[in-house]
């Protein structure tokens, strides 16, 4: 009996080679698996599912994964206002661990012999698809055709060809990975440690040339409506927001990171519609949130975003942290004004029945209603009592 192997497949070179090696070279039934976390149209997903089948696959499955992957993940990098090195909203990272987790449901599902995946042995996809692997499906071979034979593309491209295959072999300038949270963009310009990608590599070009306010509204921390406009899911709500502030050419930029595998490395990407709602959040929790909430979501949703970039999703400490930062947007529901010009976008300010800066409990700088002169006379003698005591001991020590 053939082994049954579960392959994660995009239908690119690398994913075709697996397919092609496996069914005819070792003699596997092969079960292609693509994971739709936004970056795909259904036309593409059919000619994905034909390029499958014209492979060799015994059967493939498209799985439609925004809902789960909004909900198990960016939910929770929304609550965070998580950016990595301050910069980078996650996009393609945090994407691949709800990919590798369909597929371990579909290994289990069909009860497969080993999971494959195309990943090379020079990034962090590797570590995240078999680290997931190895906590779902214990047990399970885990199959890298590419990685262990240290394949390059034009040693792939020969294996193809000598089968006939029919597709694309051109290598395109720049690579491009699409997804509900943004899209990386990797060309010669990311491979040292200076330059800019081009105008040409941005897969959403500049359209707009005015400016525009927008008002978005917040649903205990969720982003629920976009100019009065309410959308069933959050999911629709990000992707209606994309195609409105894409093309003013907003959130781009160059990353700069550590690698899980102990490399730098840079990755240009654009994550419009999540770098507008990330700072629009942000904007409405200094608003709505208590100076010590806020510190500390700070500092936990630092160390969420981290282990999440390392691959680390199914650590319980994850679902201990989302338990707190749930917790803490129950008051986070509100407007938020939003002015869009071509490569920017500035906070307006925020409406919301929340607001910590009410004007009826005084206005910062000019005047106060909750307290009198003679209170924060006796405050700030108090408040410094700590310090101004070990100031007069040093000085006593000193004298004597």
Same mark, same amino acid.
């Given at each position: 009996?053939?082994?049954?192997?579960?392959?994660?497949?995009?239908?690119?070179?690398?994913?075709?080679?697996?397919?092609?090696?496996?069914? *005819? @070279?070792?003699?596997?039934?092969?079960?292609?698996?693509?994971?739709?976390?936004?970056?795909?149209?259904?036309?593409?997903?059919?000619?994905?599912?034909?390029?499958?089948?014209?492979?060799?696959?015994?059967?493939?499955?498209?799985?439609?994964? @925004?809902?789960?992957?909004?909900?198990?993940?960016?939910?929770?990098?929304?609550?965070?206002?998580?950016?990595?090195?301050?910069?980078?909203?996650?996009?393609?990272?945090?994407?691949?661990? +709800?990919?590798?987790?369909?597929?371990?449901?579909?290994?289990?599902?069909?009860?497969?012999?080993?999971?494959?995946?195309?990943?090379?042995?020079?990034?962090?996809?590797?570590?995240?698809?078999?680290?997931?692997?190895?906590?779902?499906?214990?047990?399970?071979?885990?199959?890298?055709?590419?990685?262990?034979?240290?394949?390059?593309? @034009?040693?792939?491209?020969?294996?193809?060809?000598?089968?006939?295959?029919?597709?694309?072999?051109?290598?395109?300038?720049?690579?491009?990975?699409?997804?509900?949270?943004?899209?990386?963009?990797?060309?010669?310009?990311?491979?040292?440690?200076?330059?800019?990608?081009?105008?040409?590599?941005?897969?959403?070009?500049?359209?707009?040339?005015?400016? *525009?306010?927008?008002?978005?509204?917040?649903?205990?921390? @969720?982003?629920?409506?976009?100019?009065?406009?309410?959308?069933?899911?959050?999911?629709?709500?990000?992707?209606?927001?994309?195609?409105?502030?894409?093309?003013?050419? +907003?959130?781009?930029?160059?990353?700069?990171?550590?690698? +899980?595998?102990?490399?730098?490395?840079?990755?240009?990407?654009?994550? %419009?519609?999540?770098?507008?709602?990330?700072?629009?959040?942000?904007?409405?929790?200094?608003?709505?949130?208590?100076?010590?909430?806020?510190?500390?979501?700070?500092?936990?949703?630092?160390?969420?975003?981290?282990?999440?970039?390392?691959?680390? $999703?199914?650590?319980?400490?994850?679902?201990? $942290?989302?338990?707190?930062?749930?917790?803490?947007?129950?008051?986070?529901?509100?407007?938020?004004?939003?002015?869009?010009?071509?490569?920017?976008?500035?906070?307006?300010?925020?409406?919301?029945?929340?607001?910590?800066?009410? %004007?009826?409990?005084?206005?910062?700088?000019?005047?106060?209603?909750?307290?009198?002169?003679?209170?924060?006379?006796?405050?700030?003698?108090?408040?410094?009592?700590?310090?101004? +005591?070990?100031?007069?001991?040093?000085?006593?020590?000193?004298?004597?």
């Amino acid at each position: 009996m053939s082994k049954k192997v579960v392959l994660g497949f995009s239908g690119g070179l690398d994913t075709s080679f697996c397919v092609k090696y496996f069914t *005819e @070279e070792k003699g596997y039934e092969v079960h292609s698996i693509i994971v739709n976390t936004g970056g795909f149209t259904k036309d593409e997903l059919k000619h994905i599912e034909h390029h499958a089948y014209a492979l060799g696959v015994k059967t493939h499955k498209a799985v439609e994964a @925004e809902e789960s992957y909004y909900n198990s993940i960016i939910k929770y990098l929304v609550f965070g206002n998580v950016l990595k090195n301050n910069t980078y909203p996650l996009s393609v990272s945090a994407e691949r661990l +709800i990919q590798a987790l369909h597929i371990s449901d579909y290994v289990q599902e069909l009860n497969a012999d080993a999971v494959a995946h195309g990943s090379t042995g020079a990034g962090n996809d590797q570590v995240r698809f078999d680290m997931i692997f190895n906590i779902m499906i214990p047990g399970v071979e885990i199959i890298t055709p590419i990685r262990d034979m240290k394949l390059s593309r @034009e040693a792939e491209v020969e294996f193809l060809k000598s089968k006939n295959v029919d597709m694309n072999f051109a290598k395109s300038v720049y690579s491009i990975n699409k997804g509900l949270w943004g899209t990386s963009v990797g060309g010669k310009e990311t491979l040292s440690s200076y330059g800019m990608l081009p105008e040409e590599a941005w897969p959403t070009q500049v359209t707009q040339t005015g400016t *525009e306010e927008i008002k978005l509204h917040f649903e205990e921390g @969720e982003l629920t409506e976009v100019n009065g406009e309410y959308f069933e899911t959050p999911v629709k709500a990000i992707q209606y927001l994309q195609s409105v502030v894409g093309p003013y050419g +907003i959130g781009r930029d160059i990353h700069i990171g550590d690698t +899980i595998i102990g490399i730098k490395g840079r990755v240009g990407f654009e994550a %419009a519609a999540p770098m507008v709602i990330l700072k629009a959040h942000h904007a409405l929790e200094k608003h709505v949130l208590t100076k010590w909430q806020l510190n500390w979501k700070d500092q936990l949703a630092i160390f969420y975003g981290n282990w999440l970039h390392e691959g680390q $999703i199914m650590d319980p400490v994850m679902r201990d $942290i989302e338990a707190f930062l749930q917790n803490t947007q129950k008051n986070v529901t509100g407007d938020v004004f939003v002015q869009l010009k071509p490569y920017h976008f500035h906070i307006i300010g925020i409406d919301s029945k929340f607001d910590l800066m009410s %004007a009826k409990f005084g206005k910062y700088g000019e005047m106060n209603t909750g307290w009198t002169g003679d209170d924060v006379r006796g405050f700030s003698k108090i408040f410094g009592n700590q310090t101004m +005591i070990w100031h007069q001991v040093k000085d006593s020590t000193k004298e004597s």
